[in-house]
T-cell receptor, first 115, second 111 residues
Framework: DAGVIQSPRHEVTEMGQEVTLRCKPI?????LFWYRQTMMRGLELLIY????????DSGMPEDRFSAKMPNASFSTLKIQPSEPRDSAVYFC?????????????FGEGSRLTVL | SQQGEEDPQALSIQEGENATMNCSYK?????LQWYRQNSGRGLVHLIL?????REKHSGRLRVTLDTSKKSSSLLITASRAADTASYFC???????????FGEGTQLTVNP
């Protein structure tokens, strides 16, 4: 079975540009999570969806960040405009249960570098 | 601040030795999970222990949970070079709505 699929795996962009990260969760999973990992702050939960509905976006750093889940098999995380401090690895994860009752299945991550 | 804190931050051992990593947390939890992350890869779930459980085994992994001390430990027995990775604990708050990860322990197993 395919796991969580993220694209792109690597992205290098210049400050001010729009960045869109994509995620395809595991089929049948009804919860989807976006995390950001940096050396300074570790793994931070940005937002999670349950049945395509955003449940908690309190981790989204600021209005430059937005996330959507138009259907059960696709989600995007958009940064506009991007800044150098957004450089990080962004992980998408899905779960077959509610947010806090089971294991998360992570994608391989999207490494973003903003110059 | 993050819910879980791992100790030590880094651990270097020889192949065949046992590795023990600890996790402490601050508030009540529903469950605690351990994940492994190989360099440049995503996190992989290892084991979940519920708040009413004290010990759990999975292959060479042994996890303990002491809710009175708000701590957990992950023991990897007979370590292998392939166990080299970062290990994270993640807690599910009973009063919160998010799974929170600790800073991780970087384990190096030398062949």
């Amino acid at each position: 079975d395919a796991g969580v699929i993220q694209s792109p795996r690597h992205e290098v962009t210049e400050m001010g540009q729009e960045v869109t990260l994509r995620c395809k969760p595991i089929s049948g999973h009804n919860s989807l999570f976006w995390y950001r990992q940096t050396m300074m702050r570790g793994l931070e939960l940005l937002i999670y969806f349950n049945n395509n509905v955003p449940i908690d976006d309190s981790g989204m750093p600021e209005d430059r960040f937005s996330a959507k889940m138009p259907n059960a098999s696709f989600s995007t995380l958009k940064i506009q405009p991007s800044e150098p401090r957004d450089s990080a690895v962004y992980f998408c994860a899905s779960s077959p249960t509610g947010a806090n009752t089971g294991e998360l299945f992570f994608g391989e991550g999207s490494r973003l570098t903003v110059l | 601040s993050q819910q879980g804190e791992e100790d030590p931050q880094a651990l270097s051992i020889q192949e065949g030795e046992n590795a023990t990593m600890n996790c402490s947390y601050k508030t009540s939890i529903n469950n605690l999970q351990w994940y492994r992350q190989n360099s440049g890869r995503g996190l992989v779930h290892l084991i979940l222990i519920r708040s009413n459980e004290r010990e759990k085994h999975s292959g060479r992994l042994r996890v303990t949970l002491d809710t009175s001390k708000k701590s957990s430990s992950l023991l990897i027995t007979a370590s292998r070079a392939a166990d080299t990775a970062s290990y994270f604990c993640a807690t599910d708050w009973t009063s919160g709505s998010r799974l929170t990860f600790g800073e991780g322990t970087q384990l190096t197993v030398n062949p």
